[in-house]
């Protein structure tokens, strides 16, 4: 493989084209007129712009982009996240214009884009899953009798609906018809796919996702798990690795249960699949993802494996050079996204100029990110400016580092999430590894993070005053 096309943007396409200049192999990206003069067009080694801003001019345009992958002679194509990642149509077609697809087979991608094929794929496999059916259901009166089966509440899902959308809670079988009749049209009308089903609703879980590679020799391994309960309304905010909840015992358990979710589907290269963990540390298989995730810097920080190069290397057919017993964890890693986003004003979109922008450094911390000063932050993509992780020898020193490391992150022009990570980081909820899902419901509001920020200016003013004082004591500065 001597030259990769990256079909994506920002932080992800420098990441992915990181390590393939490492691997010796040349660069391709591709770009929007907005994008122009973005970090990843100026490292590739050539760059193609393949439309206006707007994705669906763009980054999701795939026959434009086999097309110029075409015209360049590429030998493969990385999508990583989001745009075109999970496209199984996209995938197909990189494949039949004999180009390498770096991401699993367009079966597999089938297969995890509908959460009922994924329990139909997997239910041979001895997995837990939550109690609930795996069919799509449509009979109020059926519904009925199987929420009373396995009990109120139960959650409504829609089998191609992803990140939480098209979820509703039910407490009650008076509610149930009506919640239904709502679930259906919203996924019809969402997803164009109307097929919902019932799950007993877990109340308080945490969100343990475990990193799976397999290779297309039948290998397949777990990379452990990462911790991703820190969420504010399905988008993630906070991650790490190792989760303090989990010990070798059930580690192991759940990085097996990765294992067979993977060869059921029949999966080749990096992945991630999702459990939801009860406050009894049971275990429940929810989906797997058939793609490279944001937060997977924290789990190549603990293990020290290069997920890209690993990508890379399996879609080339090679073997994985390891195997699960050389595994081990090192280390805890902690994951920051910096949103564009004011934490003040509900977490709407902050867009504009960077006037101002520099990165932390130092001993522990890796910044991943896909700005520079100068640069307008634009509108027409996710909002989400950077990772910051740190890493340490253990939680307390990767939390250290980390409220460091944002100290020392100077952004101006645009508000950011960072004081809101700062609240996260230095709450005595996470710090002490008990929270769930709805830490930020449950502690978060914006009054919270601006008294906290006025207290802290305060004591920075007393301690400047009684500075001031004291130097002037020692000095023994003439008083008139
Ligand atoms: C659940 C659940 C409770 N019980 N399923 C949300 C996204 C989708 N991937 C699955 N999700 C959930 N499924 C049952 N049976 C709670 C959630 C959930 C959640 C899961 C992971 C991370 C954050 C979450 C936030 C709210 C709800």
Redesign the pocket.
Known sequence: MKKILVANRGEIALRVMKTARQMGIRTVAVFSTVDRNAPHVKFADEAVCIGEAPSNQSYLLGDKIIEVAKELDVDGIHPGYGFLSENAGFAEKVEHNGITWIGPGSKAIKIMGSKLAAKDAVKDYDIPM?P?IDQAITDPEKAKKIAAQIGFPI?I?ASAG???KG?RIVEKESELEDQMKRAISEAESAFGDGSVFI????GS?R?IEIQVLADSHDNILHLFERE??I?RR?QKVVEEAPSVILDDELRKKMGEAAVKVARACEYVGAGTV?F?LDENKNFYF??MNTRLQVEHPVTELITGIDLVEQQIKIARGEVLSFSQEDLRISGHAVELRVYAEDPLEDFMPSVGLLERYRGPSGEGVRLDDGFEEGMEVPIYYDPMLAKLITYGKTRQEAIQRMLKAISEYEIKGVSTTLPFGKFVFEHEAFRSGDFD?HFVKKYYSAEKLESQTREEAELAALVALKQYLQDREQLRLPNK
């Open positions: 939550v609930g959650l899902k992803g990140g939480g979820m799950e007993k609703y877990v879980p969100h991703c309960s969420q399905h999702e939801l929810l989906e899902t």
